[in-house]
């Protein structure tokens, strides 16, 4: 297994497992209910033009999220995608 | 005092419950595609079979638990308002999130009907959804509708109607997790003494430290403050006896509504994916080289259309309004009306109004259509992605070059649409600097007026372009 890594570091295509989330309070509430609750798969989709707010796809919906948010949350798995 | 059934309509944003409120009753609430159109509830009525239903809009909410003013709105509504039966608008196309609501609902309100909406852009993703697989697992009704094109309203109707007449089958409450039960038997009975109605549900949110339904239920339920929180302490530290504290216990909550929201997905709901078109089009739309070329370009064909386009019509207008105002002048001077009435009537009152009509209406006839055909696109998000970057630099939102789009049709609608801004800070930098966007009655004066005098070929058009705002 590797060593935990920040949601901000998926790179596109790539699909992490959350191990849990650094934030408090409301932005923790927030993130939990856009459904990163432990062990769901994130899917980093794309970053914008700018590299800033990335498409993440969450539980079957995809969000964009700053990079000032995406860095609360802690992955701790990589999945390559096969297909794709 | 009601005179009809009180039905809420709960759901997450963007699910089409405005549409589907919309299709009920009949009143035009303005629809978005994007979250928190509906701050303040909405109300309309619609009959069906003789009876007279009043529905309730709720803000569009992820969850009952968070402490927004949506979902505060919303909660208070759906355990105070007493509502005779609450509907939740799942979205088809992604069934487990509008789920994590449905759970959260069921647990408070003893009649919800679930209403899968979408399920026309569903089929096109690929998604097929199991409406009696869904119903058996939930054990609640389960309709599934298009709001948009009105099919399945007419099943949803006698699905309420049906709910309502059946005796009620009262909430369904979550298990309560193992370590926070003697934690629960604290305030449990204190709150059931009082006649309060949902008192497992109210004690573990009271637990997981909401202080604002606190507050509600001391006014609500009418219990007294000191003898509450009292209790809640002695339950507090029930609770973290048993090693939970406020923080992990939510964490709980929340999880064990999610893992249920999937389970439930996972058997009702079969997913092919996202489809590969969709997924180029986006590498298109929000790419690295092409993102912004392509939204320049289609701003400025909308521009070019509204400004292009709306000259006709504007021509059209002032030819028909300036006849009218000769024959009105012919008029006054023949019965005899002294000049100076003539001149306020007709050369100020008459002019003004048919200047401000005929420069600013078709503009917007033309520009607002085009502009909700991009949001029913979904192209409008992607702007917001794209752009966010440059406005976060400026300490604002992406989500603001919508609004400032619309302000090139109207500020006042501008304005109004910041409220899909969630930061307030970021929300009321949008709504002040909204104004310093030239709505189409303040277009740049060389472009406009040069464009109306070419058209017009009179002398005294130029000065069309001041009427604003």
């Known amino acids: 297994m590797k060593e935990p890594f920040l949601l901000s570091s998926l790179r596109e295509g790539e699909t992490g497992l959350v191990a849990g989330l650094a934030a408090a309070g409301s932005l923790r509430r927030r993130l939990l209910d856009i459904g990163l609750t432990e062990g769901t798969p994130v899917r980093c989709l794309l970053h914008s033009p700018f590299g800033d707010p990335a498409a993440y796809e969450i539980r079957g919906a995809v969000f964009a999220l700053r990079q000032e948010d995406s860095r609360q949350v802690v992955l701790n798995a990589i999945a390559q995608e096969a297909a794709l | ?469």
């Open chain 2, 1 to 469: 005092m009601t005179a009809g059934r009180v039905i809420a309509l709960a759901g997450n944003p963007n699910v089409g419950k405005s549409t589907l409120f919309n299709r009920l009753t009949g009143l035009h609430q303005h629809t978005g595609n994007w979250p928190g159109k509906t701050v303040e509830n909405a109300r309309g009525r619609c009959t069906f079979a003789g009876q007279e239903y009043l529905l309730v809009d709720l803000p569009g909410t992820y969850s009952l638990l968070a402490h927004s003013a949506e979902e505060e709105t919303a909660r208070d509504f759906l355990c105070f308002g007493h509502p005779d039966a609450c509907i939740v608008v799942c979205d088809a196309t992604c069934l487990e999130r509008s789920l994590n609501l449905a759970l959260q609902v069921r647990e408070i309100s003893p009649r919800t009907i679930i209403c899968v909406n979408l399920m026309d852009e569903a089929a096109k993703k690929g998604v097929h959804i199991h409406r009696q697989v869904l119903e058996n697992t939930l054990g609640i009704p389960v309709v599934t509708v298009s709001a948009r094109d009105g099919r399945g309203i007419e099943k949803l109707l006698e699905t309420v109607e049906k709910v309502c007449t059946e005796p009620e089958k009262g909430p369904l409450p979550l298990p309560v997790p193992e370590e926070a039960r003697r934690a629960v038997g604290v305030i449990e009975p204190v709150l059931r003494q009082q006649g309060a109605s949902l008192p497992q549900w109210a004690s573990l949110r009271l637990l997981e430290g909401d202080t604002s339904l606190k507050n509600t239920i001391k006014e609500q339920w009418k219990i007294g403050g000191t003898l509450l929180d009292r209790t809640l302490i002695l339950a507090q530290k029930e609770l973290e006896k048993s090693g939970l504290t406020s923080e992990t216990l939510t964490d709980r909550t929340v999880a064990s509504l999610a893992k249920g929201a999937e389970e439930i997905s996972r058997k009702a709901c079969k997913n092919k994916g996202r489809s590969r078109v969709s997924q180029q089009l986006d590498r298109i739309l929000t790419g690295k080289w092409t993102g912004i070329p392509v939204m320049l370009l289609l701003l400025a064909g909308i521009f070019w259309i509204t400004i292009a386009g709306a000259n006709i019509p504007s021509q059209w207008l002032w030819e028909g309004f300036s006849w009218l105002g000769e024959a009105m002048s012919a008029g006054l001077i023949a019965i005899g009306a002294p000049p100076w009435l003539e001149q306020v009537l007709v050369m100020g009152i008459w002019r003004v109004l048919s200047w401000v009509v005929s420069v600013m209406l078709p503009p917007m006839a033309v520009f607002f259509p085009l502009f909700t055909l991009l949001e029913d696109l979904g192209y409008l998000p992607r702007v917001a992605f794209t752009l966010d970057h440059c406005f976060q630099k400026a300490g604002a939102c992406g989500k603001q070059a919508l609004t400032m789009c619309m302000g090139f049709g109207c500020n006042a609608v501008g304005v109004t649409g910041c409220r899909i801004i969630d930061s307030p800070r970021e929300r009321l930098v949008a709504a002040i600097t909204n104004s310093f966007v030239p709505c189409n009655g303040r277009f740049p004066p060389p472009l406009k007026g040069r464009f109306l005098s070419h058209q017009k070929g009179k002398k005294k058009d130029r000065y069309i372009k001041y009427s604003g705002p």
